[in-house]
């Protein structure tokens, strides 16, 4: 129940002209759609930039599972990764498929991410959530790891053969439903 309230409050907030930050920023991805990121100091990790912060965050990207030859096979695979400067333990990862997941295929999509965040990887408080932002119903789970709030969605266009795989770490879940309130997806 906390989810919907917390989304409906950050829709309420966007409407009133307070959901997102003066200096959030907008980036318009060669993917096909527009994602609101938390400040304008946030950059999409790719190999200009990772030549630009590899000396100072290298090894903060290294945990978060990022090194050049990562970086440098997303490149054109409609995988994106956003960090900031200022918190590289908070990042977005966002995917476009051209898959569609049933609904079935949904459900053990979550059961499966349950047993491995919990049983495997230790994270805690893990719960399922759903709910709309920006017209686009966005479902799938939130946990805590290594301190920091962890939110899995995914988006599905069950009449097109589309989705988005969207991973939010160390950013608030209000936060999270103020930014996919000004995002867009198609």
Request: proline share 3%; with cysteine; glycine share 8%.
């Amino acid at each position: 129940m906390k989810k919907p309230l917390a989304c409906l409050l950050a829709l309420l907030l966007a409407l009133m002209g307070a959901g997102l930050a003066e200096n959030a920023a907008l980036y318009q991805s060669e993917h096909g759609y527009t994602l609101a990121l938390p400040d304008e100091s946030w950059f999409r990790l790719d190999a200009r930039t990772w030549a630009q912060y590899a000396d100072p965050l290298g090894e903060a990207f290294a945990e978060a599972g990022f090194t050049a030859e990562t970086v440098e096979t997303y490149a054109g695979t409609g995988v994106e990764a956003f960090f900031t400067p200022g918190d590289v333990s908070a990042s977005i990862v966002v995917q476009r498929q051209e898959v569609s997941f049933s609904d079935e295929n949904m459900r053990l999509t979550l059961d499966g991410l349950r047993q491995l965040y919990e049983g495997v990887m230790g994270a805690s408080d893990y719960a399922e959530t759903a709910f709309t932002a920006g017209g686009a119903q966005f479902e799938g789970c939130e946990y805590t790891l290594d301190g920091l709030p962890v939110m899995r969605l995914y988006l599905r266009f069950k009449d097109r053969n589309l989705s988005y795989i969207f991973t939010f770490q160390g950013i608030a879940p209000e936060s999270v439903c103020a930014l996919l309130e000004a995002s867009a997806f198609a």
